[in-house]
């Protein structure tokens, strides 16, 4: 009887519940079809990343001869409305140990310079450093800072490639964007960036892989995003890998590899201040 | 017929699409696709955090490439240093509001021993062979949410400036060698009580120091012993600390988009010593009071950083010329000082941070007597180039520098071959003329390779 009630139950349920999820994937299915390569990238740039976090961090550097280095920080996130503040420790290599980078990622709208600060324990004191430099290596690996920090929405022009590809069993839209003819000068220096392909998953608005021209010739990056988890509610890739080629030839490469992260654990404001850098590097 | 028309057709595609795929295979495979395939990481321990703890050993050898002349204990070109250094720092967290750090170097150089062109003065064994330098011991502890404070011995370092010391006048500086030290090794510490109080538009630093010593000068008969124009004196020198051991500064900072500006005030004693006394038995060098009130700037516009820094040192006491140093032996002329410094970060050229900054000093009152000019001009440029995921570092520097002390020139290279292992090279060139203060010095070009054992 009660297995009788339980598949009962179970095929109502089937029966009740099959046209319903037919009907919302069909009207999310819709609503993601008819939106356009932009709305895509506006929804990319609008994800949830948390409004704070606190994350332990590898990054590994992988050299043209295949050797790999290992930078172990610690990091802190914090989102203000207008600005993103971060920063980031060394924990190791002993050589960088204590060094410690703090950024301030305004928003657009705010049409101001970001701004950085760097504290280098050698000469014990902290040094602005020019954050408009988004092409520049993060931390010396392949990853730019304008990788790091995402990309600026109205910056560029954007297109649909391609409707549909799997990737790792997870439908995407392949969307290209390039700098707008206006800005491009403008870009091209930040950035360095002359064009990109992104593959964004369609279920979360996910960017798994892109493929990024570099403004030096014949080089191109590739960029994947694996491990893709909801942590505390967040989507978080926890390991993320950039191969730097030149024409068609790997030069190098680095992965980030996420060890801990925690959303929403209050992270205190002090942190960010860059006259605290030398006190947060021996608190930490 | 239609199934045989079917099958026919559906074979055709099938083979088609073998075919077409092996193509896309063949083609992804020898282009891009490749570049997506996962990379294994192949790191042992990666999930230990590393410990708050360091310690490194480095071995350094140092070539003197010209003989340093008449005077000095080397008298010929060979090596003046083969020195093993173990540097070893200790930091504990005793709870949220309190944690303590130590830092400290041990040095040995061999040099006196395995070298019998050396002929090193006592005061040269006894300071250069065996060495232990404290770096750092202190305890942090945040008073309130705002309020900090940093007791004990430490390394601070204020302004913009990296050629002349303008608002950077707490931390003496270690003068053994003309900027052959490694960076970390330039400043010393001082025991101080360092209040902070930190807001997201202001910081205010109040410091107070006890007994914090002038800069470290090299020994008698030492390359580039300061008071070697000196020795042909029957009277002995000695150096004495300030009488008045208190010194005390002030800096408000204030933070704006892009930007900062930094008043700082200090009673200070100069870390440069200047004759106090010269009588038949003695020469006594001491360190002279003087006030500072200077103002820094740095500003962030694109790929530039601008910094700037004024400041005035009140009653200074300055060097007079050769020819007049019998007037002032009852201490050294005291003037008023006016510093600048005008700057910039450059980073939009190929991974390489160009950085320039000009030097204007000027002299009050009547500087007829004294050993430098009324106005005195310097200059520094330095490259760093590090390029993305390589390894080597290169670091150049060029200094014009104030008060007639001539260029210098330096070159330093650093490879890691791994994480915990680095190599480096640093060749130091000397450019001085006989007008200059330093010409002594003018032979004392080296180079110098070096490997650090980090665990």
Same mark, same amino acid.
């Given at each position: 009887?009660?297995?009788?009630?339980?598949?009962?139950?179970?095929?109502?349920?089937?029966?009740?519940?099959?046209?319903?999820?037919?009907?919302?994937?069909?009207?999310?299915?819709?609503?993601?079809?008819?939106?356009?390569?932009?709305?895509?990238?506006?929804?990319?740039?609008?994800?949830?990343?948390?409004?704070?976090?606190?994350?332990?961090?590898?990054?590994?550097?992988?050299?043209?001869?295949?050797?790999?280095?290992?930078?172990?920080?610690?990091?802190?996130?914090?989102?203000?409305?207008?600005?993103?503040?971060?920063?980031?420790?060394?924990?190791?290599?002993?050589?960088?140990?204590?060094?410690?980078?703090?950024?301030?990622?305004?928003?657009?709208?705010?049409?101001?310079?970001?701004?950085?600060?760097?504290?280098?324990?050698?000469?014990?004191?902290?040094?602005?450093?020019?954050?408009?430099?988004?092409?520049?290596?993060?931390?010396?690996?392949?990853?730019?800072?304008?990788?790091?920090?995402?990309?600026?929405?109205?910056?560029?022009?954007?297109?649909?490639?391609k409707e549909s590809e799997m990737v790792d069993g997870h439908d995407c839209w392949v969307i290209e964007y390039e700098p707008k003819a206006a800005l491009r000068d403008k870009v091209l220096r930040t950035t360095g960036d002359v064009k990109t392909q992104t593959w964004v998953r369609k279920d979360i608005f996910f960017q798994v892989k892109s493929k990024i021209w570099k403004a030096r010739a014949g080089e191109i990056k590739y960029f994947m995003a694996t491990?893709?988890?909801?942590?505390?509610?967040?989507?978080?890739?926890?390991?993320?890998?950039?191969?730097?080629?030149?024409?068609?030839?790997?030069?190098?490469?680095?992965?980030?590899?996420?060890?801990?992260?925690?959303?929403?654990?209050?992270?205190?404001?002090?942190?960010?201040?860059?006259?605290?850098?030398?006190?947060?590097?021996?608190?930490? | 017929?239609?199934?045989?028309?079917?099958?026919?057709?559906?074979?055709?595609?099938?083979?088609?699409?073998?075919?077409?795929?092996?193509?896309?295979?063949?083609?992804?495979?020898?282009?891009?696709?490749?570049?997506?395939?996962?990379?294994?990481?192949?790191?042992?321990?990666?999930?230990?955090?590393?410990?708050?703890?360091?310690?490194?050993?480095?071995?350094?050898?140092?070539?003197?490439?010209?003989?340093?002349?008449?005077?000095?204990?080397?008298?010929?070109?060979?090596?003046?240093?083969?020195?093993?250094?173990?540097?070893?720092?200790?930091?504990?967290?005793?709870?949220?509001?309190?944690?303590?750090?130590?830092?400290?170097?041990?040095?040995?150089?061999?040099?006196?021993?395995?070298?019998?062109?050396?002929?090193?003065?006592?005061?040269?064994?006894?300071?250069?062979?065996?060495?232990?330098?404290?770096?750092?011991?202190?305890?942090?502890?945040?008073?309130?949410?705002?309020?900090?404070?940093?007791?004990?011995?430490?390394?601070?370092?204020?302004?913009?400036?990296?050629?002349?010391?303008?608002?950077?006048?707490?931390?003496?500086?270690?003068?053994?060698?003309?900027?052959?030290?490694?960076?970390?090794?330039?400043?010393?510490?001082?025991?101080?009580?360092?209040?902070?109080?930190?807001?997201?538009?202001?910081?205010?630093?109040?410091?107070?120091?006890?007994?914090?010593?002038?800069?470290?000068?090299?020994?008698?008969?030492?390359?580039?012993?300061?008071?070697?124009?000196?020795?042909?004196?029957?009277?002995?020198?000695?150096?004495?600390?300030a009488d008045n051991k208190i010194e005390y500064f002030v800096r408000l900072k204030h933070n704006f988009h892009g930007g900062d500006v930094s008043l700082i005030m200090a009673e200070a004693n100069n870390n440069t010593l200047t004759l106090q006394q010269a009588k038949a038995e003695q020469l006594s060098f001491s360190q002279d009071r003087f006030s500072v009130l200077a103002l820094t700037s740095s500003l962030s516009q694109g790929l530039w950083v601008y910094?700037?820094?004024?400041?005035? &040192?009140? $009653?200074? !006491?300055?060097?007079?010329?050769?020819?007049?140093? %019998?007037?002032?032996?009852?201490?050294?002329? #005291?003037? @008023?000082?006016?510093?600048?410094?005008?700057?910039?970060?450059?980073?939009?050229?190929?991974?390489?941070?160009?950085?320039?900054?000009?030097?204007?000093?000027?002299?009050?009152?009547?500087?007829?007597?004294?050993?430098?000019?009324?106005?005195?001009?310097?200059?520094?440029?330095?490259?760093?180039?590090?390029?993305?995921?390589?390894?080597?570092?290169?670091?150049?520097?060029?200094?014009?520098?104030?008060?007639?002390?001539?260029?210098?020139?330096?070159?330093?290279?650093?490879?890691?071959?791994?994480?915990?292992?680095?190599?480096?090279?640093?060749?130091?060139?000397? &450019?001085? $003329?006989? !007008?200059?203060?330093?010409?002594?010095?003018?032979? %004392?070009?080296?180079?110098?390779?070096?490997? #650090?054992? @980090?665990?």
């Amino acid at each position: 009887m009660k297995k009788k009630n339980f598949v009962s139950g179970r095929t109502l349920s089937c029966w009740l519940l099959t046209p319903l999820l037919l009907l919302s994937v069909l009207v999310s299915a819709t609503e993601n079809n008819s939106l356009s390569a932009r709305d895509i990238m506006a929804q990319v740039d609008a994800r949830d990343e948390g409004e704070n976090s606190v994350a332990t961090s590898a990054m590994i550097l992988i050299d043209s001869r295949n050797r790999q280095r290992v930078r172990q920080l610690k990091q802190y996130a914090k989102e203000y409305g207008d600005k993103q503040k971060y920063m980031a420790h060394f924990l190791s290599p002993a050589d960088l140990k204590d060094t410690v980078y703090i950024n301030y990622d305004w928003n657009a709208s705010a049409d101001v310079d970001d701004e950085s600060w760097l504290f280098l324990p050698a000469l014990n004191k902290v040094k602005r450093i020019s954050s408009e430099d988004r092409s520049a290596a993060f931390l010396g690996s392949d990853f730019s800072y304008a990788d790091i920090s995402g990309f600026e929405l109205e910056w560029y022009d954007y297109r649909i490639i391609k409707e549909s590809e799997m990737v790792d069993g997870h439908d995407c839209w392949v969307i290209e964007y390039e700098p707008k003819a206006a800005l491009r000068d403008k870009v091209l220096r930040t950035t360095g960036d002359v064009k990109t392909q992104t593959w964004v998953r369609k279920d979360i608005f996910f960017q798994v892989k892109s493929k990024i021209w570099k403004a030096r010739a014949g080089e191109i990056k590739y960029f994947m995003a694996t491990d893709v988890e909801q942590i505390d509610g967040i989507w978080t890739a926890q390991k993320m890998q950039m191969i730097t080629t030149k024409n068609d030839k790997r030069q190098h490469s680095s992965i980030f590899l996420i060890q801990d992260i925690n959303y929403g654990v209050g992270v205190g404001d002090d942190i960010f201040l860059p006259d605290n850098m030398q006190r947060a590097a021996a608190m930490n | 017929m239609l199934f045989k028309l079917t099958a026919t057709a559906l074979l055709r595609c099938y083979a088609t699409s073998v075919l077409l795929a092996c193509c896309m295979l063949h083609s992804a495979a020898a282009n891009s696709d490749d570049f997506f395939a996962d990379i294994d990481v192949n790191v042992d321990n990666l999930d230990q955090l590393p410990s708050p703890n360091k310690w490194f050993v480095r071995q350094l050898l140092s070539y003197g490439v010209e003989a340093p002349g008449q005077g000095f204990s080397r008298s010929e070109v060979g090596f003046n240093k083969i020195e093993t250094s173990i540097h070893g720092e200790v930091s504990y967290t005793f709870s949220e509001r309190i944690s303590g750090r130590i830092e400290a170097e041990a040095f040995y150089d061999a040099i006196y021993r395995l070298d019998s062109d050396i002929q090193p003065s006592a005061q040269e064994l006894s300071e250069f062979e065996t060495r232990f330098q404290l770096r750092d011991a202190y305890l942090d502890i945040s008073l309130t949410e705002q309020w900090h404070l940093r007791l004990g011995h430490q390394i601070i370092a204020w302004g913009q400036s990296d050629a002349v010391v303008i608002a950077d006048v707490i931390a003496p500086h270690n003068n053994y060698t003309l900027l052959q030290a490694d960076l970390r090794d330039v400043r010393l510490q001082v025991p101080a009580a360092h209040f902070t109080r930190s807001t997201s538009d202001f910081t205010l630093d109040m410091v107070l120091t006890y007994d914090a010593g002038f800069n470290q000068l090299a020994p008698l008969g030492n390359e580039f012993d300061p008071f070697i124009a000196l020795r042909d004196l029957p009277q002995p020198l000695a150096q004495y600390n300030a009488d008045n051991k208190i010194e005390y500064f002030v800096r408000l900072k204030h933070n704006f988009h892009g930007g900062d500006v930094s008043l700082i005030m200090a009673e200070a004693n100069n870390n440069t010593l200047t004759l106090q006394q010269a009588k038949a038995e003695q020469l006594s060098f001491s360190q002279d009071r003087f006030s500072v009130l200077a103002l820094t700037s740095s500003l962030s516009q694109g790929l530039w950083v601008y910094k700037a820094e004024l400041g005035v &040192h009140h $009653n200074k !006491s300055l060097m007079p010329a050769a020819t007049k140093f %019998n007037h002032y032996l009852g201490g050294w002329p #005291q003037h @008023d000082q006016l510093l600048s410094m005008a700057g910039f970060d450059y980073v939009g050229w190929r991974n390489t941070t160009l950085s320039l900054e000009l030097n204007l000093q000027h002299t009050t009152g009547n500087t007829d007597a004294l050993s430098i000019d009324k106005n005195e001009y310097g200059a520094m440029f330095s490259l760093l180039w590090s390029d993305t995921n390589e390894k080597l570092t290169v670091k150049a520097n060029a200094i014009s520098m104030l008060d007639n002390n001539g260029r210098i020139f330096r070159l330093n290279l650093e490879y890691p071959l791994t994480d915990a292992f680095k190599v480096g090279g640093l060749l130091v060139h000397y &450019h001085f $003329n006989q !007008s200059d203060t330093l010409y002594p010095y003018r032979n %004392n070009d080296v180079v110098q390779i070096y490997g #650090q054992y @980090d665990f």
